[in-house]
């Protein structure tokens, strides 16, 4: 049978692993300038732990782990004869591989809580599962990079986690734009045009509005049972005015809404502070921004690169009452996340990663046989101990084949080390990228790098 990868996953080449390295080494580095600590959490965790925080299209993408054993004898026959998958779940299967890394670390907080220190910041990087349909960027096994800060209702929160996408895309060399929403104007909205009821079914439905357009949008929102009505109220969303409009009318039709004008009043907080901090080229107000999770209670982030056709490339938002669900509460949290997978392809499509982002193994010793090939690992041992990148080819092969593994290795050095040069205690250096080749002492060659 001829071997396959699974649906939604991949291999990844030495270069791809480097270069993926890279993106993770900056975005550590950026966390923890901004105070974040390193966390790491179980791949799989309870089902019971993951279910309901995603919302029912979230629930339907969480990868469920069979029981041990012989799992079926211990299910109900009329189960499944009757195909019940959602009552046949709960008897199959009882752990899951985790979705995303917010909700683990919400149950880590919930189970820690008297050891932190609060605000606690922390940052995961880590792969998540979800059972969705592969397409461009978008990956059934994906890494997410995550920071998230407990323990605080401060807005200020929001500000630094603008500055903390900012500076990191900015040290990849990526332009974008953060789309910034609040859903507390989502539920007000949901209460202006009376659906509070269906604010789910509006929310998921208007978070696809840049997918399927406004006429898509509306056709969701009817086959969910939103009456013509309540659509004709909310028409002014479709209509792509200006931030400043926007936030006018919102004002006008949240007067008797209180939950409504509390975003408006925490989004323009954001907006202003960021304004004076000279970043607000780079924040747009995104009205229709919604992002499919239940569980945000406030400001929603999106980020987008620009002159790149890809979705979103970042996300996160504030979530006062994720603990609440593992029977803690008062420990509001905000947090942001960074996609690594389409990152790197918006990196590629960009050309923009350093070309000395590839690791590089700088010599490689020819082998002329045994006695040679001992003489050259003392002096690889040296380099190595020098933090120099050597290896030695390990048979001896005709030297035309030792070229060309050097040359599809990119090693631009290739080092002889035969009797004359041990009897004289000298390496003969041939650089592979101009053919310049030249002899000198073991000393030499050990102190210079040549």
């Known amino acids: 049978m ?3 990868l699974a649906k939604g996953t991949r291999d990844f080449t030495a270069e791809e692993v480097v270069k993926r390295r890279y993106i993770i080494n900056t975005l550590q580095k950026n966390f923890e300038l901004f105070g974040y600590q390193p966390l790491e959490t179980p791949s799989f965790e309870n089902l019971s732990t993951l279910t309901g925080k995603y919302g029912e299209e979230g629930d339907r993408l969480i990868f469920k782990i069979l029981n041990s054993g012989d799992f079926a004898a211990k299910t109900k026959e009329e189960d499944w004869l009757s195909k019940n998958s959602q009552k046949l779940i709960s008897q199959i299967s009882e752990k899951a591989l985790r979705y995303d890394l917010t909700v ?60 903390l996408y900012l500076k990191s895309f900015s040290d990849l060399k990526v332009p974008v734009k953060i789309h910034l929403n609040n859903r507390k104007i989502l539920s007000g909205l949901a209460e202006f045009a009376d659906i509070s009821e269906q604010l789910i079914d509006f929310t998921v439905a208007l978070d696809k509005l840049d997918k ?50 509390k975003g408006v009043e925490e989004l323009e907080f954001v907006l202003e502070n960021c304004k004076n901090l000279g970043l607000e080229n780079q924040l747009i107000f995104d009205i229709t921004l919604a992002r499919g999770l239940d569980y945000y209670t406030g400001a929603i982030f999106e980020v987008k690169a620009e002159g790149v056709e890809m979705g979103s490339i970042g996300g996160g938002g504030r979530y006062d009452n994720l603990t609440e669900v593992f029977g803690v509460k008062n420990i509001p949290g905000i947090g942001i996340s960074f996609g690594l997978d389409r990152i790197y392809l918006v ?26 090939a001992l003489e050259a690992q003392k002096l690889i041992a040296k380099l190595r101990e020098k933090n120099i990148a050597a290896e030695l080819y390990p048979e001896s092969a005709k030297l035309k084949k030792q070229f060309t593994y050097a040359e599809k290795k990119g090693i631009p050095n290739i080092i002889f080390l035969g009797e004359e040069e041990i009897r004289n205690n000298t390496v003969t250096i041939k650089n592979l990228q101009n053919g310049e080749q030249k002899t000198v002492s073991e000393e030499i060659f050990l102190a210079t790098r040549l």
């Not at 792969?127 to 096994?141: L, N, S, T, Y």
């Not at 406004?214 to 931030?243: H, M, R, Y």
């Open 104 to 163: 683990p670390f919400a149950r880590f907080v919930a189970m820690n809580q008297g050891q932190l220190n609060f605000p606690f910041k922390r940052y995961q990087i880590q792969p998540v599962w979800r059972a969705d349909r592969p397409q461009k960027g978008r990956f059934r096994e994906f890494y997410q990079c995550d920071a998230d800060v407990v323990g605080s209702t401060s807005l200020w929160q929001e500000v630094e986690l603008v500055q």
């Open 212 to 261: 399927i357009g406004k006429d898509g949008v509306v056709k969701e929102l009817k086959e969910k049972n939103i009456s013509d009505a309540a659509i004709e109220k909310l028409s002014f969303l479709f209509e792509n005015k200006p931030q400043h409009e926007v936030l006018e009318i919102l004002k006008q039709n949240f007067a008797e809404i209180e939950i409504g004008k």
């Open 347 to 372: 990196m590629e499509e960009l050309d923009v990663f350093p070309q000395d982002s590839q690791s590089k193994i700088e010599y490689l010793f020819a082998n002329y046989g045994d006695k040679e």
């Open 2 to 4: 001829k071997p396959s």
